[in-house]
């Protein structure tokens, strides 16, 4: 069993940053690839961002590209999301998501929810204007 904890999530105007983190249990997480996904209410659960197992990988939402940057740390388990010129439209609740050991059919997939076995619970970003 795997567990995520998200933590930074908070109240933030419009034009600054955050910087999410997420601590991942996994025993396998330099194999793993990690995502982070977002949630308002009413509506799916979209995809935000997501990194391969090394790194060397990243992908992006076309609404967060240019502000929002993924990271990954193997040797302290976390993954991170650096949030900056941050918009009234990115206030939701932030998920991060493992894909434990995937394999290469993961870069087809990487945007997909159904890609990832395990979430964490959630922090909440609230960016006012």
């Known amino acids: 069993q795997v567990q995520l904890v998200e933590s930074g999530g908070g109240l933030v105007q419009a034009g600054g940053s955050l910087r999410l983190s997420c601590a991942a249990s996994?025993?396998?997480?330099?194999?793993?690839?990690m995502g982070w996904f977002r949630q308002t209410p009413g509506k799916d659960r979209e995809f935000v961002a997501a990194i391969s197992w090394s790194g060397g990988s990243t992908y992006y939402a076309d609404s967060v590209k240019g502000r929002f940057t993924i990271s990954r740390d193997n040797a302290k388990n976390t993954v991170y999301l650096q949030m900056n010129s941050l918009k009234p439209e990115d206030t939701a609740v932030y998920y991060c998501a493992a894909a434990i050991r995937p394999g290469n059919r993961w870069f087809i997939g990487y945007f997909r929810r159904d890609e990832y076995g395990y979430w964490g619970q959630g922090t909440q970003v609230t960016v006012s204007s």
């Open positions: 996994s025993r396998t997480f330099s194999s793993d690839a």
